[in-house]
């Protein structure tokens, strides 16, 4: 297995335990103040982790593009989080997950459109039933 794949393994599970375990926190706070507790932990072990392996010696070799890019990143994901800790907050962490989830099709769309990748009838199916399976959760 490539270490990607296993990294990308790793990912959805954290990603699965992650929306479950704000949910609990969320109890007595509103969303905004969970997502600034949960961002402040996420701020301090990424650079705790960038120190550990020695990835601070990369910032000599960012371009002012590679700067907007990521900061454009940061602000795309700051409003999901946003809106998702909003969402969990009021609604069924399992709807919302599956929703939030549905993102993928719009990565798949872009990822072939600005990036370039490889299209496949593969991944038109998967993202077709990414969609479907959202319709069957969503509509009543």
């Known amino acids: ?5 296993f990294y990308a ?27 600034i507790v949960r961002t402040t932990f996420v701020f301090l072990l990424v650079w705790l982790n960038g ?12 371009t002012t593009k590679d700067i907007l890019f990521l900061g454009l990143s940061g602000l795309t994901t700051t409003l999901s989080w946003i809106f998702y800790y909003r ?11 599956v ?3 549905a993102s993928i099709v719009i990565t798949l769309i872009l990822s072939f459109w600005l990036l370039k990748e490889p299209f496949t009838w593969r991944m038109v199916i ?5 969609i479907a399976g959202l319709l069957v959760l969503t509509i009543k």
Do not use: E, Y
């Open 1 to 5: 297995m490539p270490l990607w794949v």
């Open 9 to 35: 393994i790793l990912s959805m599970i954290f990603a699965g335990l992650t929306s479950v375990i704000a949910k609990f926190g969320l109890k007595n706070v509103s969303a905004d103040t969970g997502l």
């Open 51 to 62: 120190i550990a392996f020695r990835d601070l010696r990369d910032f000599s070799q960012l």
């Open 87 to 97: 969402a969990i907050k009021m609604g069924d962490v399992s709807v919302v997950a």
């Open 99 to 101: 929703i939030d989830k």
């Open 126 to 130: 998967a993202g077709a039933l990414i």
